[in-house]
């Protein structure tokens, strides 16, 4: 992401990406679906209904059409299941942060 003058920000925990103050200033959140004790789409909700509309692409190991149904139903960009290659990663970001379609 960096060489592609992405500047990234890593958190432990949901919790702590809704805690910082950076969050104001998030343009995409790349997250995985199953986290504890806040899972990805719980995070999306809760970003939504504070009034932060940035782009989320959802990673999961665990893919099924109906965890893929809800993610992109509740708006997601993306939804890439692992493994996958990192120009797909890139390609589903510049997606995210240019407006179009969804993957």
Do not use: H, W
């Not at 992401?1 to 950076?22: D, H, T, V």
């Not at 209904?49 to 993610?71: C, E, H, L, M």
């Amino acid at each position: 992401m960096k060489s592609r003058g992405y500047i990234a920000q890593i958190f432990a925990s949901a919790e702590e990406l809704l805690r910082s103050p950076q969050l104001g200033e998030t343009s995409c959140v790349i997250t995985d679906m199953q986290m504890s004790p806040m899972s990805g789409l719980e995070l999306m909700a809760e970003m939504r209904t504070q009034g932060y509309d940035a782009p989320f692409i959802f990673i999961t190991a665990f893919p099924n059409d109906r965890v893929r149904a809800s993610a992109l139903g509740a708006g997601a960009i993306g939804f890439l299941a692992k493994p996958f290659a990192g120009q797909t990663l890139i390609e589903c970001l510049d997606t995210a942060l240019n407006g179009r379609g969804g993957i």
